[in-house]
């Protein structure tokens, strides 16, 4: 069967054509998604701060974290170096913040350093990340941060850091084999801490990967209980004291990255679990 087009030639109809319309694709629910926010069992969507990185004018993000907060049950959410404004509206749609590693702090944004040559700083990122540090603790929002994380929770909340480890530690422990190389260190775990139950153990092996320490805590309003020690007795994660879920640790748990191995490090799966709800 045929029918005129308007400039007179002819065009076939087919079964498709005398069929009643399709509805659109983009009209199916979004709960018949499965795992997509589903009530009670919905899955945690985890920020994760990204870097900038000015030569190629792009945000970045190593694939670590993003595989770790997959494998832990988590919905990772990329979050952008930006404007200290959108905080706010960033975190109000979060259930967890992930703050990762990267560039040394600027001393113009924490105590206790000065800038050093050889390292790389942002000062853009260092305002954005201690604000939204900041907002993120004073919410009570699950907070977990990596290295540099650790570091940006520990000077929001108005502490010193040490500027260079090496200058403090007589070498005992490599906290990084250079400054382009991880190094592998143990460390011993306080009894009874998020970190401890975490793992499961009283002492791990991590990758480390940072020059820079945490300082004596100050007189400040959030307090913080060293909950890792390295064999020099340098603080390696903190734990907010109180009911927060709040961690930092100076290694990296994200790394070594496996795509075969499929599971998530123990400590980052108690965070997504806290996120979730399961304190």
Wanted: net charge negative; proline share 8%; with cysteine.
């Amino acid at each position: 069967m045929a029918s005129k087009c308007p400039a007179g030639g002819t065009t076939p109809v087919t079964d498709d054509d005398l069929a009643p319309p399709r509805a659109p694709r983009l009209a199916c629910p979004a709960l018949a998604i499965p795992g997509i926010r589903q009530g009670p069992a919905m899955k945690p969507r985890i920020g994760i701060t990204a870097r900038f990185r000015t030569a190629i004018q792009s945000h970045s993000l190593h694939r670590g974290y993003v595989d770790h907060v997959i494998r832990a049950g988590g919905i990772p959410v990329v979050i952008p170096c930006v404007d200290e404004s959108l905080c706010a509206p960033l975190l109000s749609s979060l259930e967890g913040l992930l703050l990762t590693g990267g560039e040394d702090i600027d001393p113009a944004h924490c105590t206790g350093t000065t800038r050093q040559s050889g390292y790389q700083y942002h000062p853009t990122r260092d305002a954005f990340e201690l604000a939204l540090a900041e907002a993120a603790l004073a919410a009570g929002l699950p907070t977990l941060g990596i290295c540099r994380g650790c570091q940006i929770l520990y000077t929001a909340t108005g502490n010193p850091l040490i500027p260079h480890i090496p200058d403090v530690n007589a070498g005992l422990v490599a906290h990084r084999t250079s400054i382009s190389e991880t190094s592998r260190h143990r460390v011993t775990l306080t009894e009874g801490s998020k970190v401890a139950r975490a793992y499961g153990e009283r002492s791990v092996e991590v990758t480390s990967y940072h020059h820079q320490g945490l300082g004596d805590q100050g007189s400040g309003a959030y307090r913080w209980q060293v909950t890792a020690r390295s064999d020099d007795t340098l603080a390696e994660a903190i734990e907010h004291v109180g009911d927060a879920w709040a961690v930092g640790v100076l290694w990296h748990p994200e790394l070594p990255v496996d795509p075969a191995e499929g599971l998530a490090d123990p400590l980052i799966s108690a965070f997504v679990s806290a996120a979730a709800g399961g304190r």
